[in-house]
């Protein structure tokens, strides 16, 4: 549990309105990092709080909010993904599912609530969806479910029409350079350009990592490309991020061959520029579709590691002038 962000007050307040008629389940729609799992834990904190404040807000400092704090609380029960870092495809499986309708079939403990707290919506396997299903269409009275997402388009609609979807507000640009300025993130500009007026929490690459990121695709060799994957296997670094890094290098290539300025990396033009005279366009756009066919995939498992090598050979290959046969 940490402390609100800036800009999440507002939707904090929205939150604890719903204590007066609490939903058995809820859905946290939001961009991927822009803190909605921080929004999430101080939601339930408030919700399991043993000495709630008078604005609705946890107190901190009774046997509840201490045991948030350290992810023992026994009222709250954590559906996500295996810890694993051997297992390739992370995904909620049906075991992890019927653990959290075990967890259900009791009473509290010591709070008048339990809470099935699913970090990552987009995780569930058809099979782990369907047995949630059936415990979100008849729950005990005393449960209720906080799921999170970033796209719930991938949520079942049966399950999400069982949900009491809360749409989580972005930051604006100012609130991102406070965030960034204040916890001493670098390239301040760049991120603030990349992201688009929205910090990112669990995807900031190191300076080393851009470097390495940012030197493949300028000199897209075999070396270089097969050194990136060793650190850009889509589950260090998640596989929507290196998608969309790549994606938008490749609009600015295509800006720059027209004569027009790039939207994102501004800062790279000298290594931007001895690529356009080698660039084949038409290359470039049938690279453009393989990658929005990817990122409409980017949650289901796959070998990301594989895909984001088949990607980058596909992108050396635009800087060539055979086409494709």
Known sequence: MLNLYSWQHD?????????????????LAGTNAIG???????????IL?????????????CSSCILINQ???????????????????????VVKVR???NFVSTTPNSSALKIVFVENANLLTSSSANALLKILEEPPHYVVFILLSDNIKTILPTIRSRCHTFRVSKPNCEESLQYLTKNNIHNNNFWLGYYQNCPIFDAIITDEQLDLIISTLSMPSIDN???LTQTFDGKTISFSFVLE??????CDLALISSMASPQYFSQYIDKMNPLIAKLNQEKLFYVAD?????IKWQNHPLNYRLQIENILFQYQNIFSTKPYT
Do not use: V
Not at 21 to 27: G, S
Not at 290 to 294: A, K, R, S, Y
């Open 11 to 27: 939707d904090f307040n929205k939150l604890n309105q719903l204590k007066h008629r609490l939903p058995t389940a809820i859905l």
């Open 36 to 46: 909605t799992h921080n929004l999430a834990l101080n939601f339930i904190a408030a």
């Open 49 to 61: 709080c043993n000495k709630p404040l008078d604005n609705g807000n946890y107190c901190g400092i």
């Open 71 to 93: 992810a023992i609380h026994p009222d709250l029960f954590y559906l996500n993904s295996d810890n694993d870092e051997t297992i390739k495809n992370k995904s909620i499986n």
């Open 99 to 101: 653990e959290s309708i």
């Open 225 to 227: 490309i097969f050194n």
């Open 245 to 250: 890094f790549i994606y938008k290098w490749m």
């Open 290 to 294: 393989q990658l929005n066919f990817l």
